[in-house]
């Protein structure tokens, strides 16, 4: 039943990441990512079907925002940059 547990909190954690900001949503997805998976895994998960349904599509979800936010990143880290190079002349 311990195990069940973890699941479903796990599923639970993702759902509320899901509604996050951005950055936020990366951090926290990052964060849920080592809680959950990072030393198990996702053979581990004890959900029913419908659970492991909607777990897989929150997955990929995730997947997506993270490549897109790691666009995102680059390039506002590139607009910093150069920002911070036209400051210093």
């Known amino acids: 039943m311990e195990r069940r547990d973890r699941s479903i909190k796990a599923l639970e954690?993702?759902?509320r990441i899901d509604s996050l900001e951005?950055?936020?949503?990366?951090?926290?997805?990052v964060l849920w990512y080592e809680e959950?998976?990072?030393q198990n895994?996702?053979?581990d998960f004890?959900?029913?079907l419908e659970d492991l349904k909607q777990m897989e599509e929150l997955f990929?979800?995730?997947?997506?925002f993270l490549k897109n936010q790691k666009t995102q990143a680059r390039d506002?880290?590139?607009e910093t940059r150069k920002m911070k190079k036209f400051l210093n002349n």
């Open 13 to 15: 954690e993702l759902k």
């Open 22 to 29: 951005s950055y936020e949503k990366a951090d926290a997805l």
């Open 36 to 38: 959950h998976i990072g």
């Open 41 to 43: 895994s996702v053979e």
């Open 46 to 48: 004890d959900l029913e």
């Open 60 to 64: 990929f979800k995730s997947i997506n």
């Open 76 to 78: 506002d880290l590139s």
